[in-house]
């Protein structure tokens, strides 16, 4: 299938996204609507206090190509790899999706999202983007609105309680690229599931001009949670220095619903994420766990809200941020409390630690209690490498640079060893030790 990039964002591009896709009217009236909106409204700027340590001027929005390749494409796979159910894309191109035959006849949807709204057009027209990401959230979700092309759908019915992981990959090979994955996820009463996501960029040999080309990664997750169900979440993002990411995810939980919900971020040049829990359902809890590794010139600003609307809720955010080289991270933590919602249990907390005189951590927690019988907490921590802990390490006969892997490690794992399943922990592992073993080869772990 030849590849068609547009450069740019505009009516031709949503024009050939739309008839490329045979979408139906809504969608393309909502890809339009959002446009005009997108429009009129100019990207964030150091005015908005959300966006004063973060900015995406430096990138050449000009550039980014829009790539569609056929939705449906001739050569996808439908085959096992390691018995796992999972679907997979690669520059926008889906290029392997299997589900059990036992999760198919108890009703389990997985599938890309192309798929999925022209086979099940009334449950995405109910879900997509009308109640946890709306597209006038900021410029980057009206941009994803109008422009998305690709992402995955899991629906899991009534009842059905899934035990194994189910993945979805996005791998990206080519520099310059714009992706715009929708993920969209929905947990009927008394539902069960696991899903793992890696976003990822390949770090072959590539060209001094390639090397230099930005790319530009604007997903959006939503995840709505009914009745009794339960969530573990874990998203793992590993980009190349080239590629900026605005990220939008939004959970709604409602009665007695549960999620596990882990971010692990070890790439990319510059993210701005936007993470979401709404509770609007009595008995419901959210966990948000944040595992990050920033080195080089990585920019990372992680922003959380935990937004409690009625009584006997639950909250839990708890990130840790490891900063190495010139990168910089920044934590924005919000709890918001609304006046009926008593009896609500919230806790804030971010730890960061510091490996080079020239990283750098910010952290803003805030809290807006309007009820009276809560109880809402946070802490914050930034700094070194103990020194008393490397005098002990290297005391023991261990040197520098595996004392300070240890040290790194054992910060770190009071969040892996949160995750319900093996699987999850061996994925977040993996990760930490991938990044720690790229910065001992640059000499600067």
């Not at 569609?68 to 390691?82: A, L």
């Not at 609500?344 to 910010?362: E, P, R, W």
Request: hydrophobic letters at 35%.
């Amino acid at each position: 299938m030849k590849l068609i990039n547009l450069k740019g964002f505009s009516e031709d591009t949503i024009n050939h996204i739309s008839e490329t896709k045979n979408e139906p009217k809504w969608m393309r009236e909502l890809r339009f609507s959002s446009l005009e909106r997108y429009k009129e409204q100019p990207l964030p700027d150091s005015n908005e206090e959300s966006w004063r340590r973060t900015s995406f001027h430096s990138l050449n929005f000009d550039q980014i190509q829009t790539t569609y390749n056929n939705p449906f494409p001739d050569t996808i796979k439908n085959s096992r790899v390691d018995n796992e159910n999972h679907l997979s894309y690669k520059d926008s191109s889906i290029t392997n999706n299997y589900l059990s035959k036992d999760l198919e006849e108890k009703g389990v949807i997985f599938t890309d999202m192309d798929t999925a709204l022209i086979k099940h057009p009334d449950l995405i027209k109910e879900y997509f983007m009308s109640h946890c990401v709306k597209p006038d959230l900021n410029a980057f979700t009206m941009m994803h609105a109008a422009f998305w092309n690709g992402g995955v759908f899991l629906y899991v019915p009534r009842g059905v309680e899934i035990e194994v992981p189910i993945k979805c990959l996005y791998a990206s090979n080519k520099n310059g690229l714009g992706l715009f994955y929708h993920t969209l996820i929905v947990l009927e009463e008394s539902s069960r599931a696991y899903f793992l996501e890696e976003s990822s960029s390949t770090r072959e040999a590539q060209s001094k001009r390639e090397e230099e080309m930005q790319s530009f990664n604007c997903p959006v997750v939503e995840i709505h949670l009914n009745e009794n169900s339960s969530l573990n979440y874990l998203a793992v993002q590993d980009f190349r220095h080239n590629v900026y990411s605005a990220i939008s995810k939004s959970v709604i939980l409602k009665n007695n619903s549960s999620i596990k919900w882990t971010e692990c971020t070890v790439g990319g040049r510059v993210t701005k994420a936007h993470l979401e829990s709404t509770l609007v359902g009595q008995g419901a809890s959210t966990n948000m766990l944040g595992i990050s590794f920033v080195d080089g010139n990585h920019h990372l600003d992680a922003s959380t809200f935990v937004h409690h609307k009625v009584p006997h809720t639950s909250g839990n955010i708890l990130f840790k941020g490891v900063i190495n080289d010139n990168g910089a991270s920044i934590f924005q933590g919000m709890i918001q409390i609304d006046h009926d919602a008593q009896h609500t249990d919230s806790f804030m907390g971010n730890h960061n630690l510091l490996l080079s005189d020239n990283a750098k951590a910010d952290s803003i927690p805030k809290l807006e209690i309007k009820a009276d019988e809560v109880r809402a907490t946070h802490g914050v921590t930034v700094g070194q490498v103990d020194k008393e802990q490397l005098f002990y390490l290297m005391s023991r006969g261990i040197n520098e640079e595996d004392a300070k892997e240890m040290i790194v490690d054992g910060f770190l794992e009071s969040i892996v060893g949160m995750a319900d399943q093996t699987t999850e922990q061996e994925s977040l592992r993996y990760f930490i030790k991938k990044k720690r073993e790229e910065n001992a080869r640059d000499g600067n772990l």
